[in-house]
């Protein structure tokens, strides 16, 4: 027996049940970058964290910047209310995608985290937009 077996898996029902819950507050970096890439865009995506400066010097093509302690209903009634967000943050070694993500959910808005932030994005080799405005990953990618 090894340790990954010491603990006996799940059965097929309880790793439905759970996987099914983690995909439905989770995305990824290339199930977002698909999207922007085809046009599919059907969420709103939030970068979550940092200044205006560091969101200008670097952030992922299409993301607003909406720092989470700036998420509020006022800010949320922008957008209608079955509106989906997708929020991220720097990495794994940051939680301000989870609090915002609370937030918006508190305030009663669908939402979902990509998994990986900023450092994800890096990784997977996809562009960053720079600048105050959200930008395209389709501008990117035609440069």
Known sequence: MSFVTDYPAASPAVAI?????????ETDCADVAVALKSGD??????????????????????????????????????WPEDTVFVAYCAGPHCNGA?????????????????????TGWEEEGHGFATGSEPGSLLAIAAE
């Not at 049940?17 to 507050?25: I, R």
């Not at 865009?41 to 400066?53: A, K, T, Y």
């Not at 989870?98 to 808005?109: F, N, P, S, T």
């Open 98 to 118: 989870d609090q915002a993500a609370l937030k918006i959910a508190r305030l009663g808005r669908p939402v979902k985290i990509k998994i990986g932030g900023i």
């Open 41 to 78: 865009q059907d969420f709103v995506l939030l970068h979550v964290i940092g200044s205006p400066e560091a969101y200008a010097r670097q952030h992922v093509p299409g993301a607003i910047h909406l720092p989470h302690r700036q998420i509020n209903a006022e800010r949320m009634a922008e």
């Open 17 to 25: 049940e759970h996987f099914s819950k983690l995909l439905s507050v």
